[in-house]
């Protein structure tokens, strides 16, 4: 599917998804950090993981990486999600981990660095950009099916 296709998909449902760089570092200086949003804010936010690895001056002992938010019941939960060691395992691919702020990464043992990056993904659901995407890509669409309407008639 084209990009502007696709963009036409994502305004269709009344959908905007923006996706901006996400990445954090854990230390023995710095412990915790926390990924959370201006609760005024009325667009959907997610941090969607994708690796975890140790720093080049990470000593050689085991670095164990926690994450703690909220479950489906709205509790707080505390899950392990990486177990790091420079001889053993350096990195850990987190696939289609997404979590809902707020999140707190913690190291819960070792002294790092660890480094976790991943997109933050914030969904926007504005009446406005529906209308202007649609007629863009509408046009854009139009103009793309006229183009094959009329290839079509030289064939």
């Known amino acids: 599917?084209?990009?502007?296709?696709?963009?036409?998909?994502?305004?269709?449902?009344?959908?905007?998804?923006?996706?901006?760089l996400f990445g954090c570092e854990l230390s023995a200086k710095s412990k915790r950090y926390t990924f959370e949003v201006d609760e005024e804010d009325?667009?959907?936010?997610?941090?969607?993981?994708?690796?975890?690895?140790?720093g080049a001056d990470a000593k050689d002992e085991f670095h164990v990486v926690e994450v703690t938010g909220l479950n489906y019941e709205n509790k707080e939960i505390t899950v392990p999600v990486a177990n790091l060691k420079p001889s053993c395992q350096t990195m850990v691919?987190?696939?289609h981990f997404e979590l809902q702020p707020p999140v707190t990464f913690s190291l819960k043992l070792g002294s790092g660095p660890v480094n976790i990056s991943g997109r933050h993904l914030i969904c926007k659901t504005q009446a406005e950009n529906v209308r202007s995407f649609s007629y863009h890509c509408d046009s854009r669409v139009g103009e793309e099916t006229a183009l094959n309407t009329h290839r079509k008639s030289y064939f």
């Open 1 to 20: 599917m084209s990009e502007y296709k696709q963009e036409c998909a994502d305004h269709v449902h009344g959908q905007a998804i923006e996706s901006f």
């Open 42 to 54: 009325e667009c959907e936010h997610s941090l969607s993981l994708q690796t975890i690895t140790l």
């Open 93 to 95: 691919t987190m696939e």
